[in-house]
């Protein structure tokens, strides 16, 4: 089905309303010397591991879908989180079942380069690009032989925290309840409400937006069927996990669709929410001496209350994970250029292509740091805080799967930086991230309907 142009006007509408973009005002700032550190090569990374210390949970940003230099410098990080703190897990903002097969991918036998091409495809809901990629190929390469020499429980995990992929986990969760009678037949019955909108997230959405009835008695009575079910039964501690979890995306997720059809805060909460439950479960799951790494936009990871957001009523999962931990616990790392190409579409659900990104707008927090000298650096927010004129709310660039670089000067958020993040991490120019090909299914779009 195709979503109503008009449905499509008012999501993004409301999308630029609730993220706080401000259009095309330009608010002055004069300039200022900002204390940076070179980032030349991963050794530059030094200081940032040493200002890790021994946080357990560690953020990584972005500020696109579709930049190769985020993608990369993210991966770097995480190698040396793994390899010198101990880090043993990597959270992304993808999908739960797509993401596990990944983490039984890697801590399996050696596999080669084709084999890992062969496994992203089934990333294959748009936009395809955000986890099936060269640098995620990469990535997920060197995982499955980092883990060839460790332990069973000290193997690194792979997951995914976000809610999307409703019908997909009621189709993972069935193996595990078969010859249980009464979970099955719970389980049909969420499978029979949601069959007449075609595992599409969207036309359910619509069709429950003035609807008095929808799925969510359903997938409740599933969810805590299932929890007491795992409850009382013998099972090892991950079948519990993957149980639950499926139950508990599709919960969530048809939470979500309904408030989705609205496009009001209260989408964007739940989704976040999710996030940030589905790390607290994973950490429990670890034990005490857990740490992990997450991977997520910079809209989802940098700390809400320090933006716009807060006064829409939006909290995200950076602003949880540190209230969750304490911010002793957590460091979160924003990511930003001033230039370059990125990998987006022009409409949504639209054809991959490869952008312009212009100059970031005047003022600016990407156009201070270019400024201050059109190189790559880290930037700490220990040393910015004595900056009186960075305790002020500063425009910081955030661009979406969906994105018009003749109307970029709105993808900006008003954001007090040395509060949002721990740290910056800034790519003067970017170029943009190398999609593989892969055969899109028909299913509802991951990130919709903000884009982020």
Same mark, same amino acid.
């Given at each position: 089905m195709k979503v109503p142009l008009a449905f499509k006007y008012i999501v993004g509408l409301l999308t630029i309303l609730m993220l706080g973009c401000k259009g095309p005002t330009v608010v002055e700032t004069p300039e200022m010397k900002i204390p940076a550190h070179p980032l030349q090569n991963e050794d530059d990374l030094d200081a940032l591991i040493n200002q890790i210390g021994d946080r357990k949970i560690v953020l990584l940003g972005e500020a696109s879908h579709g930049t190769a230099e985020y993608y990369s410098w993210r991966a770097a990080i995480s190698k040396r989180l793994i390899q010198e703190k101990g880090f043993r897990m990597i959270a992304i903002e993808g999908e739960w079942a797509d993401s596990y097969r990944v983490n039984?991918? #890697?801590?399996?036998?050696?596999?080669?380069? +084709?084999?890992? #091409?062969? +496994?992203?495809?089934?990333?294959?809901?748009?936009?395809?690009?955000?986890?099936?990629?060269?640098? #995620?190929?990469?990535?997920?390469?060197?995982?499955?032989?980092?883990?060839?020499?460790?332990?069973?429980?000290?193997?690194?995990?792979?997951?995914?925290?976000?809610?999307?992929?409703?019908?997909?986990?009621?189709?993972? +969760?069935?193996?595990? #309840?078969?010859?249980?009678?009464?979970?099955?037949?719970?389980?049909?019955?969420?499978?029979k409400c949601f069959q007449p909108y075609s595992a599409d997230g969207i036309q359910y959405a619509i069709a429950v937006r003035d609807a008095a009835e929808n799925c969510r008695a359903q997938t409740l009575q599933l969810y805590r069927s299932v929890l007491a079910y795992t409850a009382s039964q013998a099972l090892d501690e991950e079948t519990k996990l993957i149980m639950q979890q499926h139950t508990l995306v599709a919960l969530n997720g048809e939470k979500y669709y309904c408030a989705a059809a609205k496009s009001n805060a209260t989408s964007w909460n739940i989704r976040d929410r999710h996030m940030g439950t589905t790390v607290k479960r994973l950490m429990d799951h670890h034990g005490p001496d857990a740490k992990m790494i997450i991977w997520a936009h910079n809209t989802h990871v940098g700390d809400a209350r320090y933006t716009d957001m807060a006064a829409a009523g939006m909290t995200n999962l950076g602003q949880m994970i540190r209230s969750f931990y304490g911010p002793g616990q957590v460091y979160i790392v924003g990511f930003g250029s001033y230039i370059g190409k990125v990998t987006a579409a022009d409409s949504w659900g639209g054809s991959i292509r490869t952008m312009r990104v212009p100059k970031a707008r005047r003022g600016s927090w990407e156009d201070l740091l270019h400024k201050n000298g059109p190189t790559n650096k880290l930037i700490f927010s220990n040393e910015l805080r004595g900056n009186a004129q960075l305790r002020e709310a500063i425009g910081h660039r955030a661009i979406g799967v969906q994105y018009d670089p003749a109307t970029e000067s709105r993808n900006y958020v008003p954001s007090i930086i040395p509060d949002r993040y721990d740290a910056f991490l800034f790519v003067d120019e970017t170029t943009a991230l190398k999609p593989l090909p892969v055969t899109r299914k028909n299913e509802p779009p991951d990130t919709y309907p903000s884009g982020y």
């Open positions: 039984q991918f #890697i801590k399996g036998d050696l596999k080669d380069s +084709l084999q890992v #091409i062969s +496994l992203l495809k089934q990333y294959d809901r748009w936009p395809t690009w955000m986890w099936n990629n060269d640098e #995620i190929a990469k990535l997920v390469s060197w995982l499955n032989r980092y883990n060839q020499d460790q332990l069973s429980k000290e193997k690194v995990a792979f997951y995914g925290m976000d809610v999307y992929c409703l019908w997909e986990s009621m189709d993972e +969760l069935m193996p595990y #309840i078969q010859g249980n009678d009464s979970l099955t037949r719970m389980a049909a019955a969420v499978r």
